[in-house]
């Protein structure tokens, strides 16, 4: 894990106690698999911006500006100064508002977190501050302007420090309520086979680690197969053969999962989840699979290994 590098110096406005603290990202993207574009000969292709008056005329990038559109087809450009002004004029404050309970926040809410940690003399009420939160359970609603947008933000307490997480505004998020969902009671007794189902796969924590991106390891297996000059063909998936208008006996369905679960869990539920095969095909058409061509293999690569025949 690379050092961690602050993105800003605030202040946490806490009453007329002013905390000076440094903002860190707290989350990473794990980079995902890319497939590059390319023409028909397998050569790069290359993206390029036209002017919308004369398409035949390439503008390059260092002749680009930024304009906004104050009216229909008329612009008012910004220098690169003036964007970096209009950024560095938000104010450096986070400000807190309130305090709320600590799982008042419905999480469909969050969006992105960062980490606050106290800057030079801000140990001593930046600390206080967090002591104070973890007693009352509670977190602090805040104002916060970044990147030429406010928001409202929740800081939150941990042990180790806190939390600041960017909160989306209410037009932000969709309403369930607007799906119409049908609201259907279940019996008694499926309830109760799902209440015992529930509690035999309940765990009291959430462990990260345990998990990992397997559809990521299956393609990047099945693109190894292809390199290879192995044919990729489509995986099947036998879960989605059943017909959704089928006729479903819940009761009959939740007794057989509870009889699976016990005869087949022998082992800790985190040992099965990291013992979980991963399945390496792709989904390609297997009428349009083609194998890739010999020269493309590694020539030091060893030779597949025979299959035995039982």
Request: overall charge neutral; proline content about 6%.
């Amino acid at each position: 894990m690379p050092t961690a590098r602050s993105i800003a110096s605030l202040t946490l406005g806490f009453g007329l106690v002013s905390i000076p603290v440094r903002l860190y990202t707290a989350t990473e993207s794990a980079a995902s698999v890319h497939f590059n574009l390319l023409s028909k000969e397998g050569t790069r292709v290359k993206q390029q911006y036209v002017s919308a008056v004369n398409p035949k005329q390439i503008v390059p990038r260092a002749e680009m500006v930024k304009g906004y559109e104050f009216e229909a087809d008329r612009f008012v450009i910004f220098q690169p100064e003036e964007l970096k002004a209009l950024e560095e004029g938000a104010s450096h404050l986070i400000d807190i508002v309130a305090f709320i309970p600590a799982d008042a926040v419905d999480p469909i809410y969050y969006d992105k977190p960062y980490f606050l940690a106290p800057d030079k003399r801000g140990g001593k009420p930046y600390n206080l501050l967090k002591k104070a939160m973890l007693t009352s359970g509670r977190c602090a609603l805040a104002k916060w302007a970044w990147r030429s947008k406010q928001y409202v933000v929740q800081v939150r307490a941990q042990e180790a420090g806190l939390i600041l997480q960017q909160l989306l505004y209410a037009e932000e998020v969709r309403s369930i309520e607007d799906l119409e969902i049908e609201q259907l009671e279940p019996s008694a007794a499926e309830l109760k086979l799902a209440l015992q189902l529930i509690d035999q796969i309940s765990q009291d924590t959430y462990d990260p680690s345990l998990f990992e991106d397997e559809e990521k390891k299956r393609i990047l297996a099945a693109i190894d197969a292809k390199i290879a000059g192995e044919e990729i063909i489509a995986a099947e998936h036998p879960e989605d053969s059943g017909s959704s208008g089928q006729v479903i006996d819940l009761t009959q369905m939740l007794m057989a999962s509870l009889e699976k679960r016990s005869t087949g869990a022998q082992k800790p539920r985190a040992a099965q989840l990291k013992d979980t095969p991963v399945v390496t095909p792709i989904h390609t058409s297997a009428a349009k699979a083609k194998r890739a061509p010999k020269s493309v293999a590694d020539p030091a690569a060893p030779a597949p290994r025979a299959r035995m025949k039982k």
